[in-house]
Structure formats: structure tokens, C-alpha cells
């Protein structure tokens, strides 16, 4: 059996992950791929309830907690969703991932990049996407697109210098991994944006 390809999708709030994240699934679909589409935090029953933890405005906590609570709904993901359905062929559409702890936390919140390493190799080992789309826009765009569909959560509720510095944040993280890393421009109406992914996915299954 071959392995399936492992993509994810990342960006500030309001950039058009979810949206993106549905199309890209039925695309593949269409191509005949079995896809599992899935988001963190979450994914599992437990990372749900992690993901309440950490979206809830009135729950307060350490910079360091919510890295960790990041990391160890991802423990559950990779083990009970994601390393199961590679295995078996699958191709894992995920709803953010690991770059957004680097994007978040480290740049948002100033955890140190390295101690997001050590938990990154703790957790995840040898894994890595095989892609990542990234998109990228100015933050008052994403906050303004957000907060036409809902309410915001604990992250949303940020500040701008906050989304600036997350925004930054995935830049780096595009700058050291140019070749897993694909920056997207979000701030195009959203068929552009599918001319450009119809084409991305068109590479990805030849
Ligand atoms: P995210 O998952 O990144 O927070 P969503 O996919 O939920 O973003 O999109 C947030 C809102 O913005 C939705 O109402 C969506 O329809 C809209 N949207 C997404 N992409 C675009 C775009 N390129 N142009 C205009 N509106 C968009
Ligand atoms: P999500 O629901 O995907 O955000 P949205 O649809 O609004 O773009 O993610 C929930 C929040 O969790 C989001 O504000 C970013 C945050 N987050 C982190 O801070 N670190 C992480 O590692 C992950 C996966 C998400």
C-alpha cells in the first residue's frame, strides 16, 4: 500500500483555510483519492475537548500551557487519525498543523522557537506535511472576513501587533522550509485563489 500524502493548511484567522480546506478535498475526491479532512487543535474526541480548553475566552493560562495543550492534541491526532489513515492510503487534508504552534505561540506569544523544537521532535518524530499551503494576507483582512461568520474566540479576540507578529511568524517558518512551504496569496478573490490550487493539485497527482 502506498502511503498518502500528508497536506495542511495554514494562515491567520479568516484566511481562508476552511474554505479552502473543503474544495481541496472534493477535488481530490473527484481524482478518485480516499481523503480524511481534519483540523487542530482536535481532530480526536479528546483533542475536541482540548480544543474547547483552548478557544474558551474565559479560560486564562501560561504561554507554556497552551503550547503544550497544542502539542499534546497532536500527540492524539497523529496517533489515533493521521499515521492510521497514511497508512492505509489516504490522503490527510488538515486544518492547520505544527506551523501554526511556531506562527502562534512562538511568534505570537514568544515562546522560544527552540523549546517548540524539542516538542515538535517529541511528538511528531521523523512527520512532516508533504505540503503546506500557507496563506497569507494582511490581518485587518482576515479579522474583517472572521468576524462576518462568528463570534471570536480567545485567539481571535488578539490584538493586531499580535496577528503581525503571527503573520511573521509563518513568513519564517515559509523562509526555512521553502520546499515544503507554499505561500499563498489570500488576499485574491477566492476563484483566483482555486486557479492557483486546481493547478497545485494537478502537480501533486501526477
Ligand atoms: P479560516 O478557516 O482561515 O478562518 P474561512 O475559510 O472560515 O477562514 O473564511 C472566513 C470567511 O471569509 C468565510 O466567510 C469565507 O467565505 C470568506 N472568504 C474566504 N476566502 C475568501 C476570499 N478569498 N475572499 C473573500 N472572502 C473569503
Ligand atoms: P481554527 O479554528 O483553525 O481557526 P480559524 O478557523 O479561526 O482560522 O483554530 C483555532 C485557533 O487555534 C486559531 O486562532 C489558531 C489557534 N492555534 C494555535 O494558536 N496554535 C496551534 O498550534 C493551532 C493548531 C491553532
Redesign the pocket.
Known amino acids: 500500500m502506498t502511503r498518502g500524502k500528508f497536506i495542511t493548511l495554514e494562515?491567520?484567522?479568516?484566511?481562508g483555510?476552511?474554505t479552502h480546506c473543503a474544495w481541496l478535498a472534493a477535488v481530490l475526491r473527484e481524482r478518485k483519492h480516499d481523503v480524511c479532512m481534519t483540523?487542530?487543535?482536535?481532530g480526536t474526541e479528546l483533542g475536541e475537548k482540548l480544543?474547547q480548553i483552548?478557544?474558551d475566552r474565559s479560560q486564562a493560562m501560561h504561554l507554556d500551557t497552551?503550547?503544550l495543550l497544542?502539542?499534546a492534541?497532536?500527540r492524539e491526532h497523529i496517533d489515533k487519525v493521521i499515521a492510521p489513515a497514511l497508512a492505509r492510503g489516504s490522503w490527510v487534508i488538515c486544518?492547520?498543523?505544527?506551523?501554526?504552534?511556531?506562527?502562534?505561540?512562538g511568534g505570537?506569544?514568544g515562546v522560544d522557537s527552540r523549546r517548540l523544537e524539542i516538542l515538535e521532535q517529541w511528538v511528531q518524530g521523523g512527520l512532516q506535511p508533504d505540503l503546506t499551503l500557507l496563506f497569507d494576507l494582511p490581518p485587518e483582512v482576515?479579522r474583517r472576513r472572521?468576524s462576518k461568520i462568528?463570534h471570536p474566540?480567545?485567539?481571535?479576540q488578539?490584538h493586531e501587533a499580535f496577528f503581525q507578529r503571527?503573520r511573521q511568524g509563518y513568513l519564517q517558518r515559509a523562509l526555512e522550509a521553502q520546499a515544503r512551504i507554499r505561500v499563498i496569496d489570500a488576499s485574491r478573490d477566492i476563484e483566483q485563489i482555486q486557479q492557483e490550487l486546481a493547478m497545485i493539485a494537478q502537480e501533486l497527482c501526477r
Open positions: 494562515g491567520i484567522d479568516g484566511a483555510k476552511s483540523r487542530e487543535p482536535g480544543r483552548l478557544l497552551e503550547a497544542m502539542f492534541a497532536r486544518d492547520r498543523f505544527t506551523d501554526a504552534t511556531f506562527a502562534y505561540q505570537g506569544r482576515g472572521a462568528r474566540d480567545r485567539f481571535e488578539e503571527v
